[in-house]
C-alpha cells in the first residue's frame, strides 16, 4: 500500500512539472506577442527627404530669376508641399497632384534684389515634416572703370607701358608682362594698336581679341593660349548715352553681338563698343579720349561697364 502511495505521490509530482512548464511557456509566447505588438506600435515612419538637384552655389544678378529645382520622397503619402522665400510663404502650396503618393518632383521660379533663404517644407499624412533651405545669392549686375583706363598703341618700342588690359578688373599690361606670363595672359581681354602706325591724328584706332592681335608680328610677342574678345561698334548707342549713370546690364543684355569681331576699327572719341568675353561676360567701352604721337606716348582712353557675373548658361 506504501509503495503504491509512494507511486502516486511521485506521477503527482511528474504531471505537476509538466504543467507548471506548459504555463510557462504559454506565458513566454504570450510575452513575446506582446512584445512584437509593442515594437510595432513604436515604429516611427521616417520623415520625407528633400533633394535639391540644381545647383545654386553660383550667384544671380539682381532681378534676374533663378529656377529652385529638386525632389521629395516619403515612406508616408505626401500631404503638402510648401516653399518660403525668407520668412514668407512663396506662391501656393501642393496639396495634390503628387506624381505618386510618395514622390515629388519640384521646379519654383525665383527673383531676388538681394540674398535670400528659399526653405521647402514637406509634410506627410502621418504628420512627420521635414524642412530643408538653400541660400540664393543676388548681387549687383555690372561694374564701372572708377576711371578711364589708359592703353597704349601696342608697339615694340613701348614695352614700357599697358598694351594689353583687363576690360574686368581694368588692369593694363606691356609686352614684356605679357610675354609668356600664363597668368597675366589668363587676365588679359583687349589689346589696342593703331593701325596703319602713321601715330597721328590721321590713324586707324583698333582693339583686338588677345589671341588675334596682329602687333605680335611687329614685336615678336606671341599671347600663347590668350583668351578671345568680341567687339562690335554700335551704330545707335541711344541707350547708353547717359554713360555714366548705367546702374544694370538690362541694356547691354540687349545687345545682339551676331556681327561681333575679333579686331574692331574705325571708331571715333565717343563712340560706344560692346564686347563680349571669353566667359560669357558683356560690356561697353566708351572712346573718351586719347593722344596720337610716335614711340611711347600713343594711348587710347576708354570708360568700361560689364557684367558683373556670368550670365547663367542657356
Known sequence: MNLIKTKFYKLKIEIMKKINLMIIAVLASALAFMTSCDNGSETITPKPVITFTSDHSGVVMAGDSVDVVGSVEAEGSLEKITFFKGDDQYGDAITSDFNTKTTHTFSVRVAGEETFNFEVQVEDKEGQVSKKSVTITVDESIVKSSESVKIYCASADQTGYGDYASLTTFETWNHNEAENNADTIANTDVCYYNGNYTK?????????SPDACPIAQHSGVILTNAKST???????????ADFSNIEDDTAIKAIDMANAVANVGDFAEGDVIAFELADGKMGVIKAVGGTAGYGND?????????????????
Open 200 to 208: 597721328t591724328l590721321g590713324g586707324t584706332p583698333h582693339l583686338v
Open 298 to 314: 600713343d594711348y587710347i582712353l576708354v570708360d568700361v561697364i560689364v557684367q558683373k557675373h556670368a550670365p547663367a548658361t542657356k
Open 230 to 240: 568680341k567687339f562690335l561698334v554700335l551704330t545707335d548707342a541711344t541707350a547708353f
